[in-house]
């Protein structure tokens, strides 16, 4: 029963992860709403933490509207190869950080994100996409 | 301390009438028991409120983890009771409600539509749902229910019907005049709303001898909205129904401000519901409007005076019915006083609220 519940618990995992992320991934297209959103936040000076497909999709979403420094990846890489987005390592994020906004975009390590950029990013200036994209703001 | 629990997204338009009716029980609760706070789930964040302040927020990807934040919260703030809005049941409400158990936190939950199966089309929540709701009786000694039902899944119940906050809904200001009527219909444009009949009635009023203009105001917005827009156009009746979109506050009290007569559900019978309390209706009766429903309303009797009762099915609606009605109603200079003070005195949330309140002690 214990396996069962386990395999249940990860395949629930799975799905509504990925569907979270599809979801996000549409909510961005619509750029009326997403400008919205941003005047809502009261965003402007930022950088978007992830360099995956959403953190991508971010960039391209608001940076017409806000000043996107860069796009922050751990590994100092996008997933995909875009050259007109400027990417920032963590490490060096660190160095340079300078009070700005960060919207994190991962949805399975968010929580584990949130704690590692806490220590030199406040907690304030932090917010998850999903939060951005549709939470009270 | 009492804890509202809700699974529903109040940032989400469809969600602004459960909105209010949610924050109404609330402010029941908190005359009987003090401090109260409630939840909801919007876009994988999870909100605890005390009316409209954020206490705490905090990200929840899952379903499963929406779940642990509230056992969190309910021992992070003592919580000794709760309330909760009937989600679907899965793996992780039966694991809340389990915790409560062993934690001996007093919980009623509320059924908001039963049945509610046809509500749905077949899908992944449907199919958990049907497996775990059988198995919410080994947690759960009490259930409130909007139907006539006096036991659900073995669990009893306790029937209570749709209450208004009389203070957020002023009374329409508008009195009878002779040159128009205009109804008003304020919905979450869903199937169930079974608007298509008002404006196929119309289609037919139109069609034929007009005795007084009758135009629509539709407030809200929803899946159903772009048929009902298709059928406008199609019977070429846009100067007559006006598609408001979604409106709060003073536009929404400047809406009802201008309209004599207010349409209630009238496709309950798609999803085989034939009697409830849909929340519109005590809306409605605190703005003073007459109306018109397609559901048995349980709140009013079988001669309220007020409430015209159409049948429960796919007919056009008579708009020469609803003309006769409205004259025969408004015939009294103060028809829209009694309605209201009807809403003050049967449909306070506070009073509805009592035998829950009881059991909660």
Same mark, same amino acid.
């Given at each position: 029963m214990e396996k069962i519940d386990e395999l249940l618990d990860a395949y629930a995992y799975e799905m509504e992860t990925v569907s979270s992320g599809y979801e996000m991934m549409g909510r961005m297209l619509d750029r009326k709403y997403v400008e919205s959103r941003l005047k809502l936040a009261g965003l402007s000076d930022m950088y978007i933490y992830g360099g995956g497909y959403l953190g991508i999709q971010l960039y391209y979403a608001i940076s017409r509207s806000v000043n996107v420094f860069g796009v922050v990846d751990k590994s100092g890489?996008?997933?995909?190869?875009?050259?007109d987005i400027p990417v920032v390592s963590l490490e060096k994020f660190a160095e340079i950080y300078e009070g700005q906004n960060v919207i994190i975009t991962p949805v399975k390590f968010y929580q584990s994100i949130f704690r590692e950029l806490s220590e030199f990013v406040p907690e304030g200036k932090l917010m998850y996409l999903g939060e951005f994209l549709g939470g009270r703001l | 301390m009492l804890l509202y629990v809700t699974y529903c997204d109040? *940032?989400? $338009? *469809?969600f602004w009438g459960i909105k209010k009716k949610v924050l109404a029980q609330v402010n029941a609760f908190r005359k009987m028991f003090g401090r109260v706070y409630y939840t909801y789930f919007a876009w994988q964040m999870a909100y605890l409120m005390d009316g409209e302040q954020i206490i705490e927020k905090r990200a929840a990807v899952t379903r499963k983890e929406y779940n642990q934040i509230l056992c969190l919260w309910a021992e992070k703030y003592g919580i000794g009771k709760t309330y909760i809005r009937y989600p679907f049941a899965d793996k992780w409400f039966l694991e809340i409600l389990a915790f409560q158990k062993m934690r001996r936190i007093k919980t009623v939950v509320e059924i908001?539509? =039963?049945? =509610?199966?046809?509500?749905y089309p077949y899908g992944r929540i449907k199919v958990e749902d049907a497996y775990y709701r059988e198995k919410i009786k080994e947690y759960v000694d009490l259930m409130v229910t909007y139907? !006539?039902?006096?036991? $659900?899944w073995g669990i009893k119940c306790v029937s209570l019907f749709n209450g208004i906050d009389i203070g957020e809904n002023k009374i329409a200001v508008k009195r009878r005049q002779e040159k128009e009527l205009v109804m008003i219909a304020v919905s979450s444009? !869903?199937?169930?709303? *079974? =608007?298509e009949r008002l404006i196929e009635g119309m289609r037919i009023y139109y069609s034929r001898t007009v005795s007084v203009p009758v135009r629509l105001k539709l407030v809200g917005k929803g899946p159903e909205e772009n048929y009902y827009r298709m059928l406008s156009e199609k019977y070429k009746l846009m100067k007559y129904i006006?598609?408001? *979109?979604e409106l709060k506050g003073e536009e929404l009290d400047e809406a009802y401000d201008q309209s004599d007569i207010a349409i209630s559900s009238l496709g309950a019978y798609k999803k085989g519901v034939y009697a409830g309390c849909p929340l519109k209706g005590g809306e409605y009766c605190a703005r003073g409007l007459p109306m018109v429903s397609g559901?048995?309303? $349980?709140?009013?009797?079988?001669? &309220? &005076?007020f409430v015209l009762k159409v049948p429960n099915n796919a007919e056009p609606i008579d708009i020469y019915g609803i003309i006769s009605f409205y004259e025969k109603v408004s015939s009294d200079s103060d028809f829209k006083e009694q309605i209201r003070q009807y809403a003050e005195k049967y449909l306070s949330w506070e009073s509805i609220m009592q035998p829950i309140a009881e059991y909660l002690k």
């Open positions: 890489r996008l997933l995909l190869d875009v050259p | 109040f *940032g989400n $338009i *469809g908001p539509t =039963y049945p =509610y199966d046809k509500e139907s !006539a039902d006096r036991e $659900i444009m !869903a199937f169930w709303n *079974g =608007y006006e598609f408001c *979109g559901v048995n309303d $349980i709140r009013f009797s079988d001669n &309220a &005076a």
